[in-house]
């Protein structure tokens, strides 16, 4: 764990004397502890459902891990959670003890995310805001992740109370990558997201624009299913980089599907080349600027 030595951050509630009967207090001072073990912290969002935003978090995470980084992908999708399934880890059950609930661990990466822990993959999770808040803090504070180089968090779609919670709870050293598709009711939607960063002084690594056309794997033509151009135009309005375009390749869901991340599987489609390139930018990026 990062030692407190040298810190300068008054805000941290670890240099801060409480009432120790004060449970709230108490969770602070646990979830604190874990953030300092974590350099940078990744919110991987979106406006908009549907745009492959947990394909893009699992490839992601997993090229970092190339690069020989620490780390963590937690899923905060509390509804519907997909991040066992891509990862070929449904049914599976995380380790506790006196330390924490011990994460998983597949191809170098530290996973966690609340469908580890339902009795089923049909099971429901009906839960009100503050339930969602509370079980977020919980998958943050009691897990013990160690030291990370980087968190992923893989949200739900929109600006609700999962990313806005994300934001609330992991502090310092934190970032965005906004994922969206090149149609318009996308873009819509995923605008909303910048929006959403803005106003919480998120700082936001970049975009990436999934599903950016179909390279027919007999003839090469390029086909773009869902129009052409519309990130880029976002982009440009709002400042906001436009990492990558990742073609759309059906082996990216195969692969999805079947718990085999596309990455390990087709290391040089150029899907994968694109996600490395999210990582590198990811890399390169100044959290705290």
Known sequence: MASCEGCNDSSCSIKQQ???????????????KRMCGIKNKIIVMS?????????????????????GKKVGLLDIDIHGPSIPKM???????????????HPLEVSGLKLMSIGFLLAST????????PMKHGAIQQLLADVAWGELDYLLLDCPPGTGDEPLSA????????????VTTPQDVALTDVE????????????????????????????NERSDIF?????????EKTGVPLLVQIPFEPLVVIGGDAGKPHILQYPDS??????????????EFNVDK
Not at 18 to 32: E, Y
Not at 47 to 67: F, H, I, R, W, Y
Not at 122 to 129: D, L, Q
Not at 201 to 216: D, R
């Open 18 to 32: 409480g009432n120790p009967q004060d449970q709230q207090f108490q969770m602070r001072q646990a979830l604190d």
């Open 47 to 67: 406006g908009k459902g549907g745009v492959g935003k947990s394909t893009t978090a699992v490839n992601l995470a997993l090229a970092l891990a190339e690069q």
């Open 87 to 101: 990862l070929g880890l449904e049914g599976e059950r995380p380790n506790a003890d006196d330390e924490g609930i």
């Open 122 to 129: 049909s099971e429901a999770t009906i839960m009100r805001g």
């Open 167 to 178: 934001v609330q709870l992991i502090g310092s050293g934190s970032a965005a990558v906004v």
């Open 192 to 219: 909303k997201s910048l929006s959403f960063c803005r106003e919480l002084k998120l700082p936001v690594v970049g975009l990436v624009e999934n599903m950016s056309g179909f390279i027919c794997p007999h003839c």
């Open 227 to 235: 129009k052409s151009g519309g990130a880029k135009k976002l982009a």
């Open 270 to 283: 150029a899907a994968s080349q694109s996600l490395r390139q999210v990582a590198t930018a990811v890399v």
